[in-house]
């Protein structure tokens, strides 16, 4: 199975600047990463997909990057609703592999 | 409109079994995942079904001991675990497979607590 890791646990960064949160793979999985965030009480919500395509209604303040094993999502000038956790997730429909990491939490400076 | 929407909380005790609800509208043909998250930590796939032909896959982890059906219609999910355990409490989530076009879990249920205590 393949393994996802998100190397910060946490990260504080202030309001209106920039966060770079990463994830890697243990192996190669190409573009198949996906970004969600997710707030206290909140299911979570897809940001991110194919490493770097945006999901409706996401703000363009929010960029992924990333193929193979090495992947970021890079938030720029930082608001106030973006304090949250994010996870990365390997999805693959087949072989199934949907695992996710184990996430970073973005707190204020 | 797509909606997701998922059935209460629960309290059980160990041993016991629990069967959670997820009632979908406004689309069809997507597959459903369920997705669970213990108090303060993080998200953990468990598996999808397939509404339309009741197919499932689940994460070897819970391979034996929980169960996703389908009703007729093909509108509401069901996943059921057996022999709960302690360490079973969870926030449970059902999303939706965004399948070809948006390859992730585009929406998502709004969670159902599950509490295994004694």
């Known amino acids: 199975e393949i393994e996802m890791t998100q190397s910060l646990a946490t990260l504080s960064v202030s309001p209106g600047e920039r966060a770079i949160l990463s994830c890697r793979a243990s192996q190669s999985i190409n573009n198949n990463l996906v970004w969600y965030q997710q707030k206290p009480g909140q299911a979570p919500r897809l940001l991110i997909y194919s490493a770097s395509t945006r999901a409706a209604g996401v703000p363009a303040r929010f960029s992924g990057s990333g193929s193979g094993t090495e992947f970021t999502l890079t938030i720029d000038s930082l608001q106030s609703e973006d304090f949250a956790v994010y996870y990365c997730?390997?999805?693959?429909?087949?072989?199934?592999?949907?695992?996710f990491g184990q996430g970073t939490k973005l707190e204020v400076k | 409109q797509v909606q997701v929407v998922q059935s209460g909380a629960e309290l059980k005790k160990p041993g016991a079994s629990v069967k959670v609800s997820c009632k979908t509208s406004g689309f069809h043909g997507h597959f459903m995942h369920w997705v669970r998250q213990a108090p303060g930590q993080g998200l953990e796939w468990m598996g999808w079904i397939n509404p339309d032909s009741g197919g499932t896959k689940y994460a070897q982890k819970f391979e034996g001991r929980v169960t996703m059906t389908r009703d007729s219609a093909a509108t509401t999910v069901y996943m059921e675990i057996s022999s709960l355990r302690y360490d079973d409490t969870a926030v449970y989530y059902c999303?939706?497979?965004?399948?070809?076009?948006?390859?992730?879990?585009?929406?998502w249920g709004q969670g159902t607590l599950v509490t295994v205590s004694s």
């Open positions: 997730q390997h999805y693959n429909s087949w072989p199934p592999g949907y695992t």
């Open positions: 999303a939706r497979d965004g399948a070809w076009t948006i390859r992730g879990f585009d929406y």
